[in-house]
């Protein structure tokens, strides 16, 4: 136990003599003075422990004392916390600092997942000596399933995604104001930078070297620890065959029924269940996420069998798979899923349309259609262009929606179709412009 505390110990003296923390703030900015437990959630190493860093450094400012920073990382291999050691956290602050009350004290908790019963601990916390704590992890279901049964009324919940563009230049020291004509061409080769390797933080500041092995072993971790250790997956092999297939179809509608058929005819035992548990495990870690057909009825959309699915990162894909890599336009629609996907008020109001015509995406605010969005390179080709249109157009009249828009990599135009007016807009002033405002903006 003695051994145990005084680890837990050096663990906090060690942080607070760090202090402040040198980091690049993110767009994301955590309240200090909720009065609630703020949990952070993303991927792995997307930016959850610098937000949390950037808040500390706010406190700092705000003059809180470096003391008053309790910071636990639970992904730190040199202690295994249980349910029976948790509370050496608290033990071991007292012992440090005897007369600082609790309620002054800031918790930080990262990557709290890895503890066994920790919902518990940070209840007994909240309810008994702080409201001042922050939780982050890697895994949103187990997060939000012991959140909604452990501290229900007690949360503010954000995401953190790896970098968006503007973070991106921001990283990269990159004048991000596209109306000063000299930056304009640095911004459209930084989003062809960003549209293939992504906005891992690592991978950024590394300037993209190794950005493959980096990312292969973020894939690793993910897989492993995550998946198999955590869920105690015994067919690795299957697993990884029906990630291999989701990534060749990104973008296209696919149904686990058809993978399974695939798995069975080669003559591999599955079980079709096993292959839906898969698939939520992997939205779970921030891995993917599956797009539905949008349908009058909600429940009738979420149960539609084929669901398109997007990744995380670009970087990722390439990094995973190689015939990703000279593929602009699956890229692109790849990176204007995770911008819409990133506004938070409406993550789960995008849908994609297949009438007559495709169109990719579909946004809702409170159950009405107000953007129709197309995803596409280049509109250099005349069918491209035929298509792109007859795909928003079909879209629109069933969906009585007039916001009509079509995202390139640098084309800007405005194009007139039967009675609707469609905007040409290139993806990175798009970003950069929505990203400024931090919302969407609709015209109704």
Not at 221 to 235: A, C, S
Request: proline fraction near 3%; hydrophobic fraction near 40%.
């Amino acid at each position: 136990m003695k051994q145990q505390k005084d680890l837990i110990k050096s663990l906090i003296l060690d942080f607070q003599k760090n202090l402040p923390l040198k980091i690049i703030p993110r767009n994301l900015a955590l309240p200090i003075e909720s009065g609630k437990i703020i949990s952070v959630c993303g991927v792995r190493r997307c930016g959850k422990t610098f937000v949390l860093y950037d808040t500390i450094n706010k406190l700092l400012k705000h003059k809180v004392r470096a003391e008053n920073i309790l910071f636990i990382n639970f992904d730190d291999e040199r202690i295994a916390f249980t349910e029976k050691n948790l509370d050496f956290i608290i033990q071991s602050y007292t012992e440090l600092f005897p007369d600082i009350p609790f309620k002054e004290v800031f918790f930080f908790f990262d990557e709290i997942q890895m503890a066994q019963g920790w919902e518990q601990f940070v209840r007994r916390v909240y309810d008994k000596y702080s409201k001042n704590i922050f939780i982050s992890g890697s895994n949103s279901k187990l997060l939000a399933t012991e959140i909604a049964t452990s501290l229900r009324g007690r949360t503010i919940p954000f995401e953190v995604f790896p970098l968006s563009f503007s973070e991106f230049c921001l990283f990269k020291d990159i004048d991000t104001n596209f109306y000063l004509q000299k930056n304009a061409a640095k911004l459209k080769n930084s989003f062809v930078e960003f549209n293939k390797y992504g906005g891992f933080p690592e991978v950024v500041l590394s300037g993209f070297k190794f950005y493959e092995k980096i990312l292969q072993e973020y894939f690793h971790i993910m897989l492993y620890q995550d998946m198999v250790e955590r869920y105690e997956i015994k067919n690795i092999a299957i697993l990884k065959y029906y990630i291999s297939r989701m990534l060749a179809n990104l973008s296209k509608p696919t149904s686990v029924n058809k993978i399974y058929n695939e798995i069975k005819s080669a003559g591999i035992k599955c079980d079709k269940n096993l292959l839906y548990d898969y698939a939520d495990m992997l939205e779970s870690i921030y891995f993917l996420q599956r797009l539905c057909k949008h349908d009058s009825s909600v429940l009738k959309a979420e149960l539609i069998k084929e669901k398109k699915a997007y990744f995380i990162d670009n970087g990722m894909i390439n990094a995973l798979n190689y015939s990703f890599t000279d593929d602009f336009g699956k890229q692109l629609e790849n990176t204007i899923f995770l911008w819409l996907r990133r506004q938070s008020d409406f993550k789960r109001d995008i849908y994609f349309y297949k009438g007559k015509k495709e169109c990719d995406f579909i946004l809702f605010d409170r159950n009405k259609p107000v953007k129709l969005i197309q995803s596409c390179w280049s509109l250099s080709d005349p069918d491209t262009i035929k298509r792109e249109i007859q795909g928003l157009t079909d879209a629109a009249k069933n969906l009585k929606c007039k916001d009509l828009t079509i995202v390139t990599s640098e084309e800007e135009d405005e194009i007139k179709a039967e009675n609707f007016i469609i905007k040409v807009v290139p993806a990175w002033k798009l970003l950069l412009e929505k990203e400024r405002t931090n919302t969407l903006s609709f015209s109704h």
